[in-house]
């Protein structure tokens, strides 16, 4: 089954594009057409549904967020479709240029990832009426970035968001290091969060800063748990009981899991990383 809605914010459009082989898409994902740009890409099994929007679509560059296949499944696609340049992160062209073996679910859910090279979007990327500041917001990946309006309030944030109360991680996300982008990004003004997957258009920051809060609680208990002595079965036992989806971690193989998060936890605890100095910002 797909899906497919627009949603029109002011000048910014937002198409949210979702598959499924049997029945509904498990997650849809947003890609935003702004002043003749491209943020993000949607995944390679949405391309037919993301094609026929962007026919009625200027488009003179693609800004990617971050790697992930459901956010840069396309661009190899429509940078030779539309002979346009796509930027980001360098650590994004590392990643892309070199090539993904995508794990059995995420090729079902989002399909292929193809190598591409992009340029270095540098900190500033500006259109015709726009300047977005870049900002590395590393954490749910290593090379993730926001794109932020000023002057219009905006807030492009990948999947720095996706909601106020996180109930997993994929294995490679680092608890640590996205409470300390959420500081970042919470010292920012903007109204509306062109989120790739949960776009909010009141409380913007409210809401990010409900997120941000709630991961600093939780790495406050994985902390205080450890200092009381607990091992990390323990900690992973009395903390994960009642959280875990079973399912998730059944079609990912492990790979996405609330456990993860403690694990990411304590992995900074163990450098040193305590959540006295992610709250002294």
Sequence with gaps: ????????????????????????PLMSVYCYHVDR???????????????????????????????????????????KLKAVPVVGH?????ILSQGLVLRPYEYLMWGSLQKLNILDVGDVLETEHYRFQVLHTPG??????????EKEGW?????MFLGPRIKYFRHDECLYTTINSLNRIAQLAFETLFCGHNPQSRGAMASICKKRDNLIELYAKVEDARNKGYQQAEIEKHLCKGRERFWVKLITLGDVSFKNMVRSALHSLDRGDTVQSLINV
């Design 1 to 24: 089954m797909d899906t497919k809605k627009i949603l029109q914010l002011g000048a910014v459009t937002g198409i949210c594009l979702g598959h499924a082989a049997i029945g509904k």
């Design 37 to 79: 740009l491209l943020i993000d890409t949607s995944s390679a099994n949405n391309r037919r549904a993301l094609s026929e929007v962007l026919q009625e679509c200027v488009i003179d560059r693609i800004a990617l967020t971050h790697y992930h296949e459901d956010h840069a499944g396309n661009a190899a696609y429509l940078q």
């Design 90 to 94: 360098v650590l994004s062209n590392q």
């Design 140 to 149: 749910h990946s290593i090379d993730h970035v926001v794109y932020h309006e």
């Design 155 to 159: 807030l492009f944030s990948g999947d």
